[in-house]
């Protein structure tokens, strides 16, 4: 899909234990520059969207658990599709959603899984007193959108 990027991430582990390069400046794509940072745990069976964004980039890295991603076209002049990715520690990659793109992931595994996101925008904008860049599909029962 158009814009969408899948950059493959790798778990360096040891006796210690693990560790992930959440990402480096010398791989972004060219022009996506997070703002802020979170950290999500999703329940066995769960869903998170879907969503879009109208300015907002999402960066997602998915290195736990096992996840199904869903991303659907909705951007005016691009033509509709919609894909399905197995992604987590199976698959550990790091994934930026443009504006436009509507997306959802979806926890398959048995166990909780994390999920971290670095947006190129700060949620509702400085000091929170800006509208939140979130267009929500999840309850919409007329929309195309589904899990």
């Known amino acids: 899909m158009k814009g969408v990027l899948f950059q493959s991430i790798k778990r360096h582990t040891d006796a210690r234990g693990w560790l992930v390069e959440l990402f480096r400046d010398d791989t972004l794509p060219e022009g996506f520059r997070p703002a802020m940072s979170y950290l999500s745990v999703t329940k066995p069976g769960v869903a998170r969207g879907p969503h879009e964004h109208v300015d907002q980039t999402d960066g997602f890295l998915f290195f736990d658990g096992s996840y199904e991603l869903h991303l659907w076209e909705n951007r005016e002049g691009e033509p509709e599709a919609a894909e399905i990715h197995q992604v987590g520690r199976d698959n550990p990659v790091f994934v930026t959603v443009p504006p436009g793109v509507v997306h959802a992931y979806r926890n398959v595994g048995a166990e909780d899984a994390l999920v971290i996101n670095l947006p190129n925008r700060l949620y ?23 899990l």
């Open 124 to 146: 509702g904008g400085w000091n929170r007193a800006e509208p939140v860049d979130e267009i929500r599909h999840e309850n919409d029962e007329t929309s195309r959108f589904k």
